[in-house]
């Protein structure tokens, strides 16, 4: 089940004594992680209903089955929740799940291999994919169309232009 699931959000922590969590949704529209419940673990093994509360800090204030205490909702801490893709919207064009992205190669606009997508990452600038490179550091690479003008699914690669310097 692991291969059609896409990560919507994680579990921050216990909210109040009653069993609720800490929501942080993953998706463009936060609120929209509701939508595609049921939820699961990154295994498939454990299955959430969720109802979002109040807006807090960071995320929300949620419900999930099978929380009723403080204690359950904190040994959740840190718990990825994924929805099945079929759950999800279709994308147009020129957006990606970052599921998708994660393994790909990465190849300069001249065809040379530069490594492979190990990541995406935001730190709220944007973007960025972290590239593993064979025999040398990761390199963060701007997810801009200026330096990825090409992403082909289907043929598992990103074309790379990548700032100067950078490589």
Not at 10 to 34: M, T, W
Not at 41 to 57: C, H, K, N, T, Y
Request: charged letters at 25%; proline letters at 6%; aromatic letters at 6%.
């Amino acid at each position: 089940m692991g291969d059609d699931l896409i990560c919507v959000g994680a579990i921050a922590g216990a909210y109040g004594v009653r069993g609720e969590v800490r929501l942080k949704s993953f998706c463009a529209e936060p609120r929209d992680i509701a939508r595609y419940g049921p939820l699961f673990s990154e295994d498939g093994a454990r299955r959430f209903e969720l109802v979002l509360g109040q807006p807090v800090a960071g995320g929300f204030a949620a419900r999930l089955s099978g929380v009723e205490t403080r204690e359950q909702a904190e040994a959740l801490r840190g718990l990825r929740l994924h929805a099945p893709r079929s759950a999800l919207p279709a994308l147009p064009d020129d957006e990606f799940y970052h599921a998708d992205l994660i393994g790909l190669e990465v190849v300069d606009t001249g065809g040379a291999v530069l490594g492979r997508v190990a990541a995406v990452l935001n730190h709220g600038a944007g973007d960025l994919l972290e590239v593993r490179r064979q025999g040398a550091d990761s390199v963060l690479l701007p997810f801009t169309r200026a330096h990825v003008p090409t992403v082909d699914l289907a043929a598992g690669r990103v074309v790379a232009d990548p700032p100067e310097g950078l490589l």
